[in-house]
């Protein structure tokens, strides 16, 4: 599926120069991130305003979490709240490991992201109970189930400031895609802002 929204991330010359080292830095942790899709992801978390949560449904290995950290570290400072129950989904049982959390904090220390960085080791659901801060950009990446998506965009998304906000992945699969035509492209609640490779961002309205 191609996306054909604006985008400009690849024009900007400071951001590039800045994602070079991530590049690096995240060449070792596995994940299915593009590194221009790393590169939207920074820019998204660097322009957030002062004061506002970004929140990751789905951390694996940290893969995106360190681009969002890296990216809030060069913006605002703002925490990056790394949501992940670390077992159970099926891409943790596909690594034969009972808990992928360990090497996900080690991939933060590597990355000197580990002191902005809130790693809350839970469903989307149960922290969503507790929740009360506003969010700034939500990046959604758990299971890409079409239920699952659109429920912890519903869940999440009463949090959102305004003009936060929300990144999918994989919206070339079946379930982020059908999120993405009912309640970004058909709606008046949302707008459609960038996309690079399977991302699409939204900014609410």
């Not at 690849?10 to 590039?16: E, L, M, N, V």
Request: hydrophobic fraction near 35%; glycine fraction near 8%; charged fraction near 25%.
């Amino acid at each position: 599926m191609k996306f054909n929204y604006p985008l400009q991330v690849a024009g900007d010359s400071t951001i590039a120069d800045e994602a070079t080292e991530i590049k690096q830095l995240v060449s070792g942790v596995e994940g299915w991130l593009s590194d221009a899709e790393g590169k939207l992801l920074y820019k998204l978390a660097k322009d957030i305003p002062q004061g506002q949560a970004i929140v990751e449904i789905g951390s694996w290995k940290g893969k995106s979490t360190i681009w969002l950290a890296k990216g809030a570290k060069a913006g605002s400072q703002n925490e990056v709240f790394a949501i992940d129950p670390h077992q159970g989904s099926k891409a943790h049982t596909d690594e034969g490991e009972e808990s992928t959390y360990p090497t996900f904090l080690t991939n933060l220390e590597k990355a000197h992201v580990q002191d902005i960085v809130v790693s809350l080791v839970t469903t989307s659901s149960k922290a969503s109970e507790s929740w009360r801060r506003r969010i700034g950009l939500l990046w959604i990446d758990g299971s890409h189930e079409y239920e699952d998506v659109k429920y912890d965009l519903i869940l999440w998304k009463k949090y959102l400031s305004c003009n936060g906000i929300v990144a999918l992945h994989d919206c070339d699969k079946p379930g982020p895609a059908r999120v993405i035509e009912e309640c970004f492209a058909s709606s008046d609640e949302f707008k459609i802002i960038e996309s690079t490779d399977t991302i699409v961002a939204a900014v609410k309205c």
